[in-house]
């Protein structure tokens, strides 16, 4: 029971901080808010020890922005639906279209250059991976994201 209240109190400190740093970094991007919603992590997976397996949704309406981050481990993003403006500031992405078994290179991005990601294609960003993003379109963007980060670590970690 002990081991269960700890757990409990661990996940919920996780969560807020999780919440007040992708508040940050969408507060800095002065544009329409953008929202993620944590859909399901795990702590405990195998061969990662320490680490946390998360999947969640962000919506970024028309006009939004995303501040200039990276990730402390490594995110997969799908776009659902819209289409996703991406720039790289320094590291790179290779924009996969299929499924993930046979995958198709569609582009790379490299730092300093800016791509369209439309609904269908994928990206795997690495914490090397400095970036951006803005919605420049008349509809909403959903994305769905999957992370392997430190037990604790942010979604996100805001750059200048």
Do not use: C, F
């Not at 808010?33 to 999947?55: N, Y």
């Not at 939004?64 to 995110?75: D, K, P, S, V, Y």
């Not at 639906?81 to 499924?99: A, D, E, Q």
């Amino acid at each position: 029971m002990r081991r269960l209240r700890l757990t409990l109190a661990l996940a919920t400190t996780a969560l807020i901080a999780i919440g007040a740093v992708a508040g940050y970094v969408i507060a800095q991007s002065g544009g329409a808010t953008a929202v993620r919603t944590p859909l399901a992590q795990s702590t405990k997976v195998k061969g990662a020890k320490g680490k946390t397996l998360g999947l969640s949704r962000v919506t970024i309406p028309a006009g939004g922005t995303i501040a200039l981050h990276h990730h402390e481990g490594t995110q997969v993003a799908y776009i659902q639906s819209g289409v996703l403006t991406y720039t790289v500031k320094s590291g790179s992405v290779t924009v996969m279209s299929g499924p993930a078994d046979t995958p198709t290179v569609v582009r790379k991005i490299n730092g300093g250059q800016t791509g369209k990601i439309p609904a269908g294609q994928w990206i795997v960003e690495q914490p090397s991976t400095v970036h951006q993003a803005a919605n420049n379109g008349s509809a909403k963007i959903v994305i769905y994201l999957s992370t392997l980060l430190r037990t604790g670590a942010p979604p996100s970690t805001p750059n200048s």
